[in-house]
């Protein structure tokens, strides 16, 4: 399968020039056409991204399956979980202090103007409400019920139980099992290579939408709060990130970041780490270079529970408001705001504002709540698209960082060679 816009011929027939200028032209479009554009052109992007996750759970159930079967179970399989779980861990940690210093040092929320914003509706989203919940959730009760909702932890943990079963067949049956579902992974590989081809289209209809209903002066009043988050993500993607891919992985940024381009602008453009998985596990298989048996392992779990950006948001969030408040948050308040900002971006769904939703969770644990809070998260959610398109971007380039840098640790050599 070759990539369909690899680095060759004219520029304008290359796939992430093409999304550029879908973006670019959306908006434009947006900007000057207002509400109009945004009802004419936005059923063209609800139609890619209704694409995207038409694809996602059969190849998520498929990758994985392939993914586990062919590691093996035992040792094998527990040491790529550890360390798959380790670097998460490491570079979600990393992304919250990242927004705990840079909030703490520009202080937006002091003296902002909040009622001149307007407010939004939070969407309902289920988000555990404990750890020990988030855990017994993994395990579902009905797993074709869980691959309908979708409960994407859910489904992963079947598909790894599943995969390390067959891994303990005999030969025929495992060989037979193994060879189906690797079949039906090519496929909607292939599947998924037609759908992307339409994404300049799709691109051009999600931004113009944006651009069309929120304009531009929404986000006058918490200015210098999103610059604030944008700017602790950009940290967190353009040096964090690529110092673990050079001294994790021994792995140059540079060719990560271009081998990177198509989902990185599908995760911009969509806010969905869940909708861009189908692409983020094409990329960094076909042109990070990374195999399957680590890509299917380590991707899909990272779009589920692997949110740097989001977990940045989280802890950035909840200081942004409590300035707005003017209440002081201790040391150990600020501790408990690191932990749970870790821990709420485990547990946010990877779609559109489930960041903000889960917010909630964080703000709980220092007891921030009532009207007024309220009143900012509304204003927030007003402005939330831009700073959710940035934070998912930085979610899928640290689970592709993190795929990349396991294969290395695996001794596979031609990772990110050029
Ligand atoms: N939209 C983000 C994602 O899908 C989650 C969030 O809202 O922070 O990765």
């Known amino acids: 399968m070759s990539e369909p816009a690899v680095p060759a011929g004219p520029w304008y027939r290359q796939l992430h020039w093409q999304i550029f200028l879908g973006m670019g032209l959306g ?25 995207l996750k038409m694809i996602i759970i059969p190849l998520v159930i498929t990758s994985i399956i392939t993914g586990v079967a062919s590691v093996g179970g035992g040792r094998s399989l527990g040491r790529l979980f ?11 940690a990393l992304a919250v202090l990242t927004g705990l210093a840079v909030l703490n040092v520009i202080q937006p929320g002091v003296g902002a103007e909040i009622a001149g914003a307007h407010s939004g509706e939070l969407p ?45 067949l005999p030969e025929n049956p495992r060989e037979k099992l193994l060879g189906l579902f690797d079949a039906a ?51 967190h993607m353009g040096i964090t990130l690529p110092v673990l891919l050079r001294v994790l992985g021994g792995i140059s940024p540079r060719v ?93 769904a990877a779609v559109p504002s489930a960041g903000l939703v889960v917010i909630f969770l964080v703000l709980e644990s220092v007891n921030l709540r009532g009207p007024e809070v309220d009143v900012i998260v509304g204003a927030m959610l007003a402005i939330d698209r831009p700073l959710d398109m940035c934070r998912t971007a930085t979610n899928v380039f640290s689970d592709s960082c993190g795929a990349a840098i396991i294969a290395r640790s695996e001794g596979e050599a031609g990772v990110d060679a050029a």
């Not at 300035?323 to 308040?333: A, F, P």
């Open 27 to 51: 908006l434009a479009a947006g900007l000057v056409g207002g509400t109009a554009v945004a009802d004419r052109v936005g059923w063209l992007g609800t139609l890619f991204v209704r694409l």
């Open 82 to 92: 550890s360390k798959t779980l380790g670097f998460y861990l490491l570079s979600s």
């Open 124 to 168: 309902e989203l289920q988000t555990a409400n404990s750890v020990t919940e988030l855990l017994l959730n993994m395990v579902p009760l009905n797993v074709i019920d869980a691959a309908a909702k979708p409960d994407m932890l859910g489904v992963i943990f079947f598909c790894i139980l599943f995969g390390v079963a067959i891994a303990g």
């Open 185 to 235: 992974f090519q496929a909607m590989m292939t599947l998924t290579s037609g759908i992307i081809r339409l994404a300049p289209i799709g691109v051009f209809a999600l931004i113009a939408r944006v651009a069309g209903t929120s304009g531009l002066d929404a986000f006058r009043a918490l200015g210098l709060y999103m610059i604030s988050i944008a700017l602790g993500l950009a940290i």
């Open 256 to 348: 990560h970041f271009r081998n990177m381009v198509n989902p990185l602008t599908m995760a911009f453009s969509t806010s969905s780490s869940a909708a861009t998985l189908p692409v983020t596990l094409r990329a960094v298989h076909e042109r990070v270079g990374v195999s399957n048996r680590v890509s299917s392992f380590v991707l899909p779990m990272g779009a589920t529970v692997n949110m740097d950006g989001t977990a940045l948001y989280e802890c950035g969030g909840v200081l942004f408001i409590a300035q707005v408040l003017g209440v002081d948050l201790s040391i150990s308040q600020q501790f408990v705001v690191v932990v749970t900002a870790l821990l709420a971006s485990i547990g946010a």
